[in-house]
């Protein structure tokens, strides 16, 4: 029973090409969001959604954006890839704001050549 | 600022007792979460702490102390499988997300 489940597994696009990472989720869960996490370092929250309410983090480059289209999807659109961002993307959910826990998908790892 | 700050490697053997801290600097502090986190793996949630004290899951314990900015992670007659990445992650008040610590990676030997 996949519960967050994120598409592709590995992805390798080169530099400056544009990519999209996607995630859905089957457990109905109100907020949504999108972790960087590069080797041996903490996962980086680049966004999250409260519902369709979009917050982004104050350090997170112009380069990454992210649509939901609906309570099920969520997609990370890296408009220009660079080496520097080479790394492991998470989706994440949880039921509500203010719920500590967070339930991960598996991750895309997203090769830069 | 926000600031977590915790051990960056632990080691232990099979049987023992671990306890890894975590202390933070930040405002709007909700309450103190643990994640787990294999090698390749995606972090899955192991416990949560609004208030002080100790929450008991199994062989984990997490406990709080606010008023010292202090928490901890208690892992218990520890297994080879336990050998993993252990994340302490603030909940920021009314703000739905949360702060990771940079981790701190346990080795259990036999």
Redo the contacts between chains.
Sequence with gaps: DAMVIQNPRYQVTQFGKPVTLSCSQTLNHNVMYWYQQKSSQAPKLLFHYYDKDFNNEADTPDNFQSRRPNTSFCFLDIRSPGLGDAAMYLCATSRDRGQAEQYFGPGTRLTVT | GQSLEQPSEVTAVEGAIVQINCTYQTSGF??L?W?QQHDG?????LS?N?LDGLEETGRFSSFLSRSDSYGYLLLQELQMKDSASY?C?V?HT??????????T?LTVKP
């Excluded at chain 2, 009314?94 to 981790?103: I, R």
């Design positions: 909700y309450g979460s994640y793996g995606a972090p899955t949630f949560y609004a994340f992650a909940l009314n703000a739905g997300k949360s702060t990771f610590g940079d981790g990676t």
